[in-house]
């Protein structure tokens, strides 16, 4: 018999609710099939199975909050014997604190930008049932649209505003069977992301290193490529970053690693996480697999796919688990140079600023140039500055012929 468990996904998340079974006792299921979704402060994920048999029993039900590891359901495997079953029913995690946000009115539906508030399960649900959003009145805070304003639209019932909670401003308690309302799930978010980063500052000794990287040779050819393919088609300048990135980590590898019970796990495969800013606030790092080892065309389409699923939180839950490095770019927001902190238990992470053009020196002769700075910052308890500085050269080196990235 093989435990299915709620996964590890990352070092701020300690527990997840069980939100819907997609299958039932004695249903055959296959490695890499979804089983079950689960709602954490980061959206909802989709939880795959990693072996073949039979679904023999469901341990939690949907509703349930618990710790991430616990045993969710019996797998019986492929040719094992049906057996009689004693598991301990796994103990739900204790309500949390209530977390204090704004008073937003409760008549507003739409946010600053127009886009219609409403949590990615809600939003899900919708999709299943064929609600149209906009013709539903939202009950959550803000006026955010819940799961529960979803089903009784579809239902043909009209919403039922919810009664103000003394002691939360004006904000309904944790709703754990239909979601987590938008402001308090971003709160908590915000909560999440400061304990990984004040772990991170607390437990990982960095180091940090940048470079300046000349992109015309990249970008003259990918201005060159891209004339060539139809708009869908076109490759960003992000993708060739990621993949000098993750081909460089060949030449380093101790960067593609994890720390864990006191010492350094290096991954042969390289999975990079790539940090994705969320439309509601907060961020998330879900991995690009095997980046070393995908065309530009196939990561350019599931780096867009990657983007796509983050944002309307539906993403797996190995992509929240794998990650062995994590790149992040702020360049849009016109900045030049990052500093990041590692996201634990990974032990690097990779930062890029802005396309700007400098003067450079070629040849003896002063002409305006493309540049990025790239940056590392490193675990001093696996690399040092001489190791993390031949990846960054080898990111640079890797740069000048984007031809055979």
Do not use: C
Not at 107 to 119: A, D, K, V
Not at 170 to 187: E, M, Y
Not at 294 to 302: N, P, Y
């Amino acid at each position: 018999m093989a435990e299915f468990l709620m996964p590890i996904l990352g070092a701020d998340m300690l527990s997840a609710t069980l939100v819907e079974w997609k299958k039932k006792p004695g249903d055959p299921v296959e490695k890499g099939e979804i089983l079950a979704e689960v709602e954490t402060d980061k959206g909802v994920i989709e939880v795959e199975n990693f072996t073949d048999g039979v679904l023999e029993k469901i341990l939690v039900d949907t509703g349930t909050e618990v710790p991430v590891g616990t045993p969710l359901a019996i797998i019986r495997e492929a040719g094992a014997p049906a057996a009689p079953i004693s598991t301990e029913i796994p103990r739900p995690v204790p309500p949390r604190p209530k977390i204090i946000s704004p008073v937003i009115p409760p008549t507003i539906r739409l946010s600053e930008t127009g886009r219609i508030r409403i949590s990615p399960l809600a939003r899900k649900r919708a999709e299943s049932l064929g609600v149209d959003l906009t013709k539903v009145k939202g009950t959550g805070p803000g006026g955010a649209i819940t799961r529960e304003d979803v089903e009784q639209a579809a239902a043909g019932k009209p919403a039922v505003e919810k009664a103000p909670v003394d002691g939360t401003f004006g904000l309904p308690p944790l709703d754990r069977t239909f979601g987590l309302p938008p402001l308090d799930r971003t709160a908590r978010m915000r909560q999440a992301i400061a304990a990984a980063m004040a772990r991170s500052k607390r437990e990982i000794p960095h180091y940090y290193l940048q470079t300046t990287v000349d992109l015309h040779r990249a970008m003259t050819w990918l201005t060159e490529e891209n004339q060539k393919r139809s708009v869908p088609d076109r490759l960003l300048y992000g993708v060739l970053l990621i993949k000098a990135v993750a081909v460089a980590l060949r030449e380093v590898p101790e960067l593609n690693a994890v720390w864990k019970e006191g010492k350094v796990v290096q991954s042969e495969a390289i999975h990079i996480g790539v940090a994705i800013s969320l439309r509601q606030g907060g961020l998330v790092a879900p991995a690009l697999h095997n980046a070393d080892r995908l065309d530009l065309d196939t990561l350019m389409r599931q780096f867009r796919d990657l983007v796509q699923r983050a944002r309307a939180g539906s993403l797996r839950s190995s992509e929240f688990s794998d990650p062995t490095i994590t790149i992040t770019s702020l360049g849009e927001q016109g900045v030049e140079g990052i500093y990041p902190i590692i996201y634990p238990p990974q032990v690097a992470i990779v930062g890029f600023g802005k396309i700007v053009e400098r003067p450079w020196v070629v040849e003896g002769k002063v002409i305006p140039r493309p540049v990025i700075t790239a940056s590392l910052a490193g675990d001093h308890r696996v690399t040092d500055g001489h190791r993390g500085g031949l990846f960054l050269a080898a990111v640079d080196r890797l740069l000048q012929g984007p031809r055979r990235l």
